[in-house]
Structure formats: structure tokens, C-alpha cells
């Protein structure tokens, strides 16, 4: 299995609910191919994380850098594992930026309890980023 993050940027007009439509029906192809994950959205920028046999995570990611909802695609992270840090989520999205007092705790908090602590901090540092 492997495990990989992208970021982009949203194109113009990306709004809440397009990401909301999106991440539901993300999690029911990715349910169907055994991938999981998490897309982070801060109403400029995505960070996606996912997880699955190679051939299915490279699969969606090709289905995705075609996606004209976002440009600038980087992948920030590849790497083989053993097991899932998200296990139960075939696609969850959480919204960001954390603006207020004591969001980004909760943020931290809503994480898959067995996320590892280098995921959860580049995800709860890119919703801590505040739009341009």
C-alpha cells in the first residue's frame, strides 16, 4: 500500500458546496477501489491525503489532476506503508482556515486517533494557513 498528499489551488468559483459534492461522491469511487483519506479545503487550496494499493491511490490521482475544480497539483509526500491512517474514511472533508481561539485543537482533535503525528501536523499547519 502507499500513502500520498498532493496540494493544488482551487480554480476560481470553488465554492463550500461544490467540495461537499465532491467529497461525497470521492468517498463512494473510493469505496468502491478500497482507497481512503482526507481533502482539506481552505477556500483557496486543497491538501488531500490517500491511502490504498498503489495502482487504485495512482488510479484517482490521475482521475484527479484532471479535475478543472483545481490547478498547481503538487505532491508533497509518497511513501509505502502498512497500514491506513485513515482507515474508516473512503473520503471525509474538513473545511479550514482555523481562524478562531482554540481551532486548530479541535481540528487536531477530529484527526483519525491513529494518524501519525508528522500527517497531523502538515494537515492541522496547512487549515491553520490563512487565505492570501
Known amino acids: 500500500m502507499i500513502s500520498l498528499i498532493y496540494v493544488s489551488m482551487a480554480s476560481d468559483g470553488v465554492a463550500s458546496e461544490d467540495v461537499r459534492e ?6 463512494r469511487k473510493n469505496a468502491e477501489h478500497g482507497v481512503t483519506g482526507l481533502l ?28 478543472g475544480r483545481h490547478n498547481d497539483i503538487s505532491i508533497l509526500r509518497k511513501m509505502d506503508i502498512t497500514r491506513r491512517e485513515c482507515p474508516d474514511w473512503s473520503m ?16 487536531t482533535a477530529s484527526l483519525p486517533k491513529q494518524m501519525d503525528v508528522d500527517t497531523r501536523i502538515l494537515f492541522t499547519s496547512f487549515a491553520s494557513s490563512l487565505r492570501d
Open 22 to 27: 465532491l467529497a461525497l461522491h470521492s468517498a
Open 92 to 107: 471525509r472533508v474538513l473545511f479550514a482556515p482555523l481562524a478562531a481561539k482554540g481551532s486548530a485543537s479541535d481540528f
Open 40 to 67: 482539506t479545503y481552505n477556500s483557496a487550496r486543497f491538501m488531500q491525503l490517500l491511502e490504498g494499493e498503489e495502482h487504485a491511490v495512482m488510479s484517482t490521482m490521475e482521475r484527479i489532476s484532471l479535475d
